[in-house]
């Protein structure tokens, strides 16, 4: 069974950082694209940060491009969110999600999906 555990998240003065962390129990991890995405009280889930197989290509919406920053380690089958410059609407559950193959913005064309992290920033 295919597992994504995320880490990381909590509370923080906005301004501030806190990094997320999702570790992924795939066998063929690089075989995934990979997302952030977060859903606040009351939206709907919007995509944040994506990172294709490799690396090598990174997206971002454009409410948190140069704040945040997507990473991943295909030998430790993780991707990680530098969020940097927090604001209060960062506030939001923040989910990592699984993709085969190629990345994509919409949550309904991800495969796998963590149980999320909490994120909240006060002003």
């Known amino acids: 069974q295919v597992q994504l555990v995320e880490s990381g998240g909590g509370m923080v003065q906005a301004g501030g950082s806190l990094r997320l962390s999702c570790t992924a129990s795939l066998r063929t991890f690089s075989w995934y694209a990979m997302g952030w995405f977060r859903q606040a009280p009351g939206k709907e889930r919007e995509f944040v940060a994506g990172i294709n197989r490799s690396g090598s290509g990174r997206d971002y919406a454009d409410s948190v491009l140069e704040r945040f920053n997507i990473s991943r380690d295909n030998a430790q089958n993780a991707v990680d969110l530098q969020m940097n410059s927090l604001k209060p609407e960062d506030t939001a559950v923040y989910f990592c999600?699984?993709?085969?193959?190629?990345?994509?913005?919409?949550?309904?064309?991800?495969?796998?999906w963590g149980q999320g992290t909490q994120v909240t920033v006060s002003s």
């Open positions: 999600a699984a993709r085969r193959m190629l990345g994509s913005s919409v949550p309904r064309e991800y495969d796998y």
